[in-house]
């Protein structure tokens, strides 16, 4: 494993492109990790998040736990929109990615809030993501 917010923002990318019902609302091509300015819309992005590390593990392995937080943004339906989406989000995360290079010992969505735009065509909201992981490397 290269990074352990890497690892987890492609798992939880792929994670919901493999969800019709999440792509039926964003086009797969509309999830994406990086920044969170977006470029078309519906868009979620997974931002960079933060690692905090807690050491070693049984078998030379390290824990850590990362937290990320993934943005919607909508528009045309404004705040309703997004609310749908994290909705069919939040759904689907309450099963655990599938991992590659890492395990899960847990992982959660904390919560979501709903920031108001000044314009109202358009809808954003953030789900706040933690999960503790175990690699070996």
């Avoid at 923002?9 to 091509?29: E, F, K, R, W, Y």
């Avoid at 933060?50 to 078998?59: C, D, P, V």
């Avoid at 989406?85 to 847990?106: E, N, S, Y």
Wanted: charged fraction near 20%; charge should be negative; glycine fraction near 8%.
């Amino acid at each position: 494993m290269i990074d352990p917010v890497l690892a987890l923002q492609t798992a939880i990318h792929d994670h919901l492109v493999g969800a019709a019902s999440v792509t039926a609302l964003v086009p797969a091509a509309h999830i994406r990790a990086g920044s969170t300015r977006p470029d078309r819309l519906p868009t979620i992005i997974i931002a960079d998040g933060t690692t905090m590390m807690h050491g070693r593990a049984s078998g030379g392995q390290f824990v850590a736990s990362v937290f990320l937080d993934l943005h919607i943004w909508t528009e045309a339906d404004g705040i309703a929109a997004a609310k749908q989406i994290g909705a069919a989000v939040a759904r689907r995360l309450m099963d655990w990615p599938t991992t590659t290079g890492f395990a899960l010992d847990d992982f959660k969505h904390q919560r979501t809030v709903w920031p108001r735009d000044p314009d109202q065509n358009y809808g954003h909201g953030i789900m706040f993501i933690e999960a503790v992981i175990r690699w070996s490397i």
